[in-house]
């Protein structure tokens, strides 16, 4: 028969083990509660930020409804709006600079996520990717101004192709810059996960390193590389002060990537601060027409990495 001392010890250790449990259960359920209640904030803030643009989009809507996206006239002193001019320039602008990126980023996930993962270089490329990430785009687009834009010239009278120094081409170039870490960044990530039994399989049935990358790691991390090039595409769609220093500011229609363009951002950064009226209301609804944009390309691109991803 145990003692009563003895009792109590267990009593006590029961409580305890009690008390700790209703504490864990508690943490648990408020953090569930905090993560819930983010999850409806943030979906009360995007839906917050539609119903602005379309209440303050509805004179111009109004007005010109379906020629808005066709027209290519931009004259606000005589009222006449058309911002198809703008969308193809974004277009252009964004597509080209991840055809520009895309090498870059991949050849340099590759060499940080499996040839050089560790080291003095290792640690000096990846320190230099998380400065090119953090650099305010305006420096971007001095240094597109003075320096990059020279040097674009001079490259293309290589080719025997005229350039007037600011453009689309100069744009793209620009933004291909600013968006290689964010893309390199989560390919690298990405990379290094690929689980090393993979690896070593394949280096048992005597591949090299090159078929492993091309044949192993690419294709696992492939739905990972994909999100990394979908945040850069977004970057890139929205990207306004360094492409407004270079791409031209031109209203006209152009389809050659070496002319004068706009960009949706760009434009609403010239004109929205004097913009009153029917004005102030188109440059909204280009800023709506811009998230229709970005969340179109947002869920294709969701699409697509469920499409890619490797399934157990």
């Not at 989560?186 to 690929?194: G, H, K, N, T």
């Not at 306004?240 to 031209?248: E, I």
């Not at 029917?278 to 970005?294: D, P």
Request: charged share 10%; net charge neutral; hydrophobic share 55%.
């Amino acid at each position: 028969m145990a003692s009563p001392s003895r009792n109590n010890e267990m009593q006590l250790k029961t409580e305890s083990s009690r008390k700790a449990t209703l504490h864990v259960l508690f943490f648990e359920r408020s953090f569930r509660k905090l993560l819930f209640a983010m999850v409806i904030f943030m979906i009360l803030l995007i839906g917050a930020m539609l119903i602005t643009l379309v209440v303050f989009s509805i004179p111009s809507i109004t007005k010109f409804g379906f020629s808005f996206l066709t027209g290519t006239t931009w004259d606000p002193a005589n009222d006449q709006f058309g911002a198809f001019s703008f969308v193809v320039g974004t277009l252009m602008t964004s597509i080209l600079s991840l055809a520009f990126s895309i090498p870059f980023s991949m050849s340099v996930a590759i060499f940080l996520g499996e040839y050089f993962t560790s080291g003095t270089l290792s640690s000096v490329l990846n320190s230099a990717l998380e400065l090119l990430a953090g650099i305010p785009s305006i420096i971007y687009g001095i240094v597109g101004f003075f320096i990059l834009n020279p040097f674009l010239i001079q490259l293309l009278k290589v080719f025997h192709i005229q350039y007037a120094g600011v453009g689309i081409f100069s744009a793209a170039f620009l933004l291909a810059i600013m968006i290689i870490p964010y893309s390199a960044s989560i390919a690298r990530e990405v990379i290094q996960l690929v689980p090393n039994d993979l690896k070593e399989a394949a280096y048992s049935l005597g591949a090299t390193r090159y078929e492993v990358v091309t044949k192993i790691m690419i294709p696992y991390s492939m739905s990972g590389i994909f999100a990394g090039i979908l945040l850069s595409f977004g970057r890139a769609l929205g990207e306004t002060m360094a492409v407004t220093m270079v791409v031209g500011n031109s209203s006209q229609l152009n389809w050659s990537v070496f002319g004068l363009g706009d960009t949706i951002a760009s434009r609403i950064a010239n004109e929205f601060g004097e913009a009153f009226g029917l004005h102030l209301s188109v440059l909204v609804e280009i800023g709506l027409l811009l998230m229709i944009i970005t969340v179109f390309f947002g869920v294709l691109g969701r699409w697509i990495i469920q499409k890619t991803s490797v399934r157990d």
